[in-house]
C-alpha cells in the first residue's frame, strides 16, 4: 500500500513562487507515474504536471514554462517548482501515485494554493 501527503501550499502574490512537494511511502517500489492536479471551485479537477520512471514529463499548456515537475527518489518525494503565479492557478493541488502497472494507487488530501492579484 502507498500513502503520499503533500505539503508547501500557501498564499503567494501574483508572479510570486511556490514549491509543493509530495511525500511518498509504503511500498513505493510499485510506483510508476507521480502525477500533480488541482481542483478550482466549481471545476473538474485537472492534470497539471506528470513525471515517468524514465524522468518523462508532461505539461498542461496552461502552466508550460512556468511549472516544473520533479522526483528525488532517494526521498520518495515529487515536486512542483511553480513560478509566475497567477490568480487563475488557485486551487487545490493533489498528488497522485500510479502503479507501474498503470492503476491509480493513490491520492494524497490536497494542499491549497491561492494567488492574490
Known amino acids: 500500500q502507498v500513502q503520499v501527503v503533500e505539503s508547501g501550499g500557501g498564499l503567494v502574490q501574483a508572479g510570486g513562487s511556490l514549491r509543493l512537494s509530495c511525500a511518498a511511502s509504503?511500498?513505493?517500489?510499485?510506483?510508476?507515474?507521480m502525477g500533480w492536479y488541482r481542483q478550482a471551485p466549481g471545476k473538474q479537477r485537472e492534470l497539471v504536471a506528470s513525471?515517468?520512471?524514465?524522468?518523462?514529463?508532461n505539461y498542461a499548456d496552461s502552466v508550460k514554462g512556468r511549472f516544473t515537475i520533479s522526483r528525488d527518489n532517494a526521498k520518495n518525494t515529487v515536486y512542483l517548482q511553480m513560478s509566475s503565479l497567477k490568480p487563475e492557478d488557485t486551487a487545490v493541488y493533489y498528488c497522485?501515485?500510479?502503479?507501474?502497472?498503470?492503476?491509480?494507487?493513490?491520492w494524497g488530501q490536497g494542499t491549497q494554493v491561492t494567488v492574490s492579484s
Open positions: 509504503g511500498s513505493t517500489i510499485s510506483i510508476g507515474v
Open positions: 513525471i515517468l520512471p524514465d524522468d518523462k514529463r
Open positions: 497522485k501515485a500510479v502503479s507501474r502497472a498503470g492503476t491509480i494507487i493513490a
